[in-house]
């Protein structure tokens, strides 16, 4: 048997002690991976342009940035799931 955990990305500074926390509690559960979605829907049912689209992946970004440290320091891997809201080179530019 594994433990996987299930987490939010902090998406507002006011987010980080939740976060932190959170990664703490599923370290301790037993979980090596926590797992994320960026979006909620399907990319094109989501953005009207993509200007808007392009704002989003901008907030994802510092999401992402904002947590790899919190996830680094707890040897804690991200898995980010990925239904049809990123093209590949969108997604290897954007773990790179």
């Given at each position: 048997?594994?433990?996987?955990?299930?987490?939010?990305?902090?998406?507002?500074?006011?987010?980080?002690?939740?976060?932190?926390?959170?990664?703490?509690?599923?370290?301790?559960?037993?979980?090596?991976?926590?797992?994320?979605?960026?979006?909620?829907?399907?990319?094109?049912?989501?953005?009207d342009?993509?200007?808007?689209?392009?704002e989003?992946?901008?907030?994802?970004?510092?999401?992402?940035?904002?947590?790899?440290?919190?996830?680094?320091?707890?040897?804690?891997?991200?898995?980010?799931?990925?239904?049809?809201?990123?093209?590949?080179?969108?997604?290897?530019?954007?773990?790179?």
């Amino acid at each position: 048997m594994y433990v996987e955990a299930t987490l939010g990305l902090p998406h507002e500074k006011s987010d980080l002690g939740d976060f932190k926390h959170n990664v703490r509690v599923a370290k301790n559960a037993g979980a090596t991976v926590i797992r994320t979605a960026m979006l909620s829907g399907r990319r094109y049912e989501m953005f009207d342009t993509a200007k808007a689209f392009s704002e989003f992946a901008e907030q994802q970004w510092i999401a992402l940035a904002q947590a790899e440290p919190i996830l680094r320091n707890h040897s804690m891997k991200l898995a980010i799931e990925n239904h049809k809201d990123w093209r590949l080179d969108e997604m290897l530019m954007l773990l790179q």
